[in-house]
């Protein structure tokens, strides 16, 4: 007790501590439930997995931007539509022609259609906030997504989108025309930063399997926790620290070391998807995949700054919310992804 009737806050190591239990907690939870979806179905419940993971993660981004309730309406959109699309190559896969489910064009086809539904979506919420209330707004997104879905994979489709949320914005507002299409443009953009990775998931588990979605989740979480305790007991320098003053080069080759560990001991023990992987090669995707995740925490470092804000929400206590806990996921699944693509 620091005063008499005052409780004694915790110190940053028990705040290490407590987050990392409840972070991993989460993550071998999450692994052990992997673990029994099985069969035909299993991608589509990783699905639904993934869409409850996306909102909430849409709504803390949301929360975060400059106009909350537009950048809702934007996520919203862009959301919807790359599921949607999903959703269609999984079904297109669990047909009777078995056709891939990941494929490099199935995965530009998500990415082009959140970011044109996530312009659309900004562009419309906008331009419509003020004669349509709050859930008019429900259906208008999804429209949107259905409509921007549907639309072949060429290189109009962005094309399109954007030349289209000009031509509202102006023709709407014509006054302060330029900062709002700048509001739009980060509004489209953010939705890049996790929607289709999420959206995706499913796909990565139709190609991987089991082994290959548990794989993702350890390699990418495992740094964490040997960054925290790295950097609590070594930590003494601070590359960065107006971005992320709690990171320090100790803590980080701590992470690289567990994940090169933990991609090493996959690669022994046969977890790793694709077959027979040597222990260099296991060693090389814990690096990549260490590398990517705790690049995806400084980027979600770098938003929360812009944003003014210390975690992205209390979702999940210790932890902070839904970005904080997924932030790494955000850049290790395209890594995933583009690991399976090449075969490497």
């Given at each position: 007790?620091?005063e008499?009737?005052?409780?004694?806050?915790p110190?940053?190591?028990?705040k290490?501590?407590?987050?990392?239990?409840?972070?991993g907690s989460?993550?071998?939870?999450?692994?052990?439930?992997i673990?029994?979806v099985?069969?035909s179905s299993?991608p589509f419940?990783?699905h639904g997995?993934?869409?409850?993971?996306?909102?909430g993660?849409?709504?803390e981004?949301?929360?975060?931007?400059?106009t909350p309730?537009?950048?809702l309406?934007s996520l919203?959109?862009?959301?919807a539509?790359?599921?949607l699309?999903?959703?269609g190559?999984?079904r297109a896969?669990?047909?009777e022609?078995?056709?891939?489910?990941?494929?490099?064009q199935n995965?530009?086809?998500?990415v082009?259609?959140a970011l044109?539904?996530?312009?659309?979506g900004?562009?419309?919420?906008?331009?419509?906030?003020?004669q349509?209330?709050?859930?008019?707004l429900v259906?208008?997104?999804?429209?949107?997504?259905l409509?921007?879905g549907?639309?072949p994979?060429d290189?109009?489709?962005?094309?399109?989108a954007?030349?289209w949320?000009?031509?509202?914005i102006?023709?709407?507002?014509?006054s302060?025309?330029r900062q709002?299409?700048?509001?739009?443009?980060a509004?489209?953009?953010?939705?890049?930063?996790?929607?289709?990775?999420l959206?995706?998931?499913?796909l990565?588990?139709a190609?991987?399997?089991?082994?290959?979605l548990?794989?993702?989740i350890?390699?990418?979480?495992?740094g964490d926790?040997?960054?925290y305790f790295?950097?609590?007991l070594?930590?003494?320098h601070?590359?960065?620290?107006?971005l992320?003053?709690?990171?320090?080069?100790e803590?980080?080759?701590?992470s690289?070391?567990g994940?090169v560990?933990?991609?090493?001991?996959?690669?022994?023990w046969g977890?790793?998807?694709g077959?027979a992987?040597?222990?260099?090669?296991g060693a090389?995707?814990?690096?990549?995949?260490?590398?990517a995740?705790?690049?995806?925490?400084?980027?979600?470092?770098w938003?929360k700054?812009r944003?003014?804000?210390?975690d992205?929400?209390?979702?999940?206590?210790?932890?902070?919310g839904?970005?904080?806990?997924l932030d790494?996921?955000?850049?290790?699944?395209?890594?995933?992804?583009w690991?399976a693509?090449?075969?490497a």
């Amino acid at each position: 007790m620091d005063e008499e009737g005052a409780p004694k806050s915790p110190t940053r190591a028990q705040k290490i501590l407590r987050r990392t239990i409840v972070g991993g907690s989460i993550a071998l939870g999450t692994a052990g439930l992997i673990s029994l979806v099985g069969g035909s179905s299993g991608p589509f419940l990783v699905h639904g997995f993934s869409a409850l993971l996306l909102l909430g993660s849409m709504i803390e981004a949301a929360r975060a931007a400059k106009t909350p309730r537009c950048a809702l309406w934007s996520l919203g959109a862009a959301g919807a539509a790359a599921m949607l699309a999903a959703l269609g190559f999984l079904r297109a896969h669990s047909g009777e022609g078995e056709s891939p489910a990941l494929t490099g064009q199935n995965f530009t086809h998500v990415v082009t259609v959140a970011l044109a539904a996530g312009l659309v979506g900004a562009a419309l919420s906008r331009a419509l906030s003020e004669q349509l209330d709050r859930i008019a707004l429900v259906p208008m997104c999804l429209v949107v997504a259905l409509l921007i879905g549907s639309v072949p994979l060429d290189r109009l489709g962005v094309a399109t989108a954007a030349a289209w949320s000009v031509v509202v914005i102006l023709s709407l507002r014509p006054s302060g025309a330029r900062q709002v299409l700048r509001d739009i443009l980060a509004d489209g953009v953010r939705a890049l930063w996790f929607v289709p990775a999420l959206a995706c998931l499913a796909l990565l588990h139709a190609e991987l399997g089991q082994a290959g979605l548990i794989s993702l989740i350890l390699l990418s979480k495992i740094g964490d926790i040997f960054g925290y305790f790295g950097g609590s007991l070594f930590g003494k320098h601070h590359p960065l620290p107006r971005l992320s003053p709690g990171k320090t080069t100790e803590g980080f080759a701590c992470s690289l070391l567990g994940g090169v560990g933990a991609g090493v001991a996959l690669a022994h023990w046969g977890v790793l998807p694709g077959g027979a992987v040597s222990l260099a090669g296991g060693a090389l995707v814990g690096a990549l995949m260490n590398l990517a995740a705790q690049l995806g925490d400084l980027l979600e470092s770098w938003v929360k700054r812009r944003s003014g804000v210390k975690d992205s929400g209390t979702t999940f206590g210790p932890s902070g919310g839904f970005l904080d806990l997924l932030d790494s996921f955000f850049l290790t699944i395209p890594v995933a992804i583009w690991l399976a693509l090449t075969g490497a």
